[in-house]
Nanobody, 125 residues
Framework: QVYLKESGGGSVESGGSLKLACTIS????????IGWFRRAPGKNREGVAV??????RYAVAVEGRFTISRDRAKREVYLQMNNLKPEDTAEYYC????????????????????WGKGTQVTVAS
């Protein structure tokens, strides 16, 4: 079992920045895929960014604005979000997947095995 807890959400104005953190505990493995996902009101959950070792993948909608990173010593994964837009407003979730490729995890969130409870990000126009 892997446990994930998100933090760092909040409200910002358009063009602002936020940094989310995901604290990971439990029975983790080096090869686990860790990712950030989001669900906006009335929309399906979608992949935002994933990381495994040095392999990072991003959704087209956030590429160039968001950066995913990992601190293995702290067992944390971060999502730096810059130039935020109102359409980035959503509940953001951290998730872990075992034996899931980066593309499979990013494109099909249901492939991920464990999920945090989420943190809200609201971007005002």
């Amino acid at each position: 079992q892997v446990y994930l807890k998100e933090s760092g959400g909040g409200s910002v104005e358009s063009g602002g920045s936020l940094k989310l953190a995901c604290t990971i505990s439990g029975d983790t493995a080096e090869r686990d895929l860790i990712g950030w996902f989001r669900r906006a009101p009335g929309k399906n959950r979608e992949g935002v960014a994933v990381i495994r070792f040095d392999d990072k993948r991003y959704a087209v909608a956030v590429e160039g604005r968001f950066t995913i990173s990992r601190d293995r010593a702290k067992r944390e994964v971060y999502l730096q979000m810059n130039n935020l837009k109102p359409e980035d407003t959503a509940e953001y979730y951290c998730a872990a997947g075992r034996n899931v490729s980066p593309t499979a995890g990013l494109v099909v969130p249901a492939n991920m095995d464990w999920w945090g409870k989420g943190t809200q990000v609201t971007v005002a126009s």
